[in-house]
Each structure stands twice: as C-alpha cells, then as structure tokens.
C-alpha cells in the first residue's frame, strides 16, 4: 500500500483541517494565543483548506491563518495578521 491516498484526501472534512491547523499554529504562536482566537473556521476553495481563527467584535487585531493541502495534508502556508 505505498503511497495509499484516500478517496476523500488525507483531509477529508472541516474537523481535521481545524486539527491540523491548530497543532502547527500552537509551537509557533502559543497555546494562549491560539485558544483566544476560538472558533476557528474552515472552508474548502480548490482543493485547499482556509482555516482562519476568529475575534470578538470588540478586539481589533489579526488571527492565525492556515492553508492546508486536502489530497495530501500538506502545510502551504501560515500566517497571523497584526
């Protein structure tokens, strides 16, 4: 089973691509920082997961950012706007 890829991508729904956004954000950004930033969001545009996380209304700032691979899990970028 060499190079097995799922019929659905290595991340197949929402959940996951929350998940894996989540453990790359935390060593670079901090646990604190990233729980703040709760719910976190996913949607899916060409084959790519854009998961961002989210503020109150009343805090001004940016949030983590992540775009994964949904065929292969792939890390294509990560960011955190000011």
């Given at each position: 089973m060499?190079?097995?890829k799922?019929?659905?991508g290595c991340v197949p729904n929402e959940e996951a691509a929350v998940k894996i956004a989540?453990?790359?954000w935390i060593p670079i950004y901090g646990e604190?920082?990233?729980?703040k930033e709760k719910p976190y969001k996913a949607t899916l545009k060409n084959g790519i997961w854009h998961v961002n996380g989210s503020l109150p209304e009343v805090m001004v700032g940016g949030v983590a950012e992540a775009e994964i691979s949904k065929e292969d899990g792939r890390i294509?970028?990560?960011s955190h706007g000011k």
């Open positions: 060499h190079n097995y799922p019929k659905d989540v453990a790359v604190e920082q990233i729980e294509l970028r990560i």
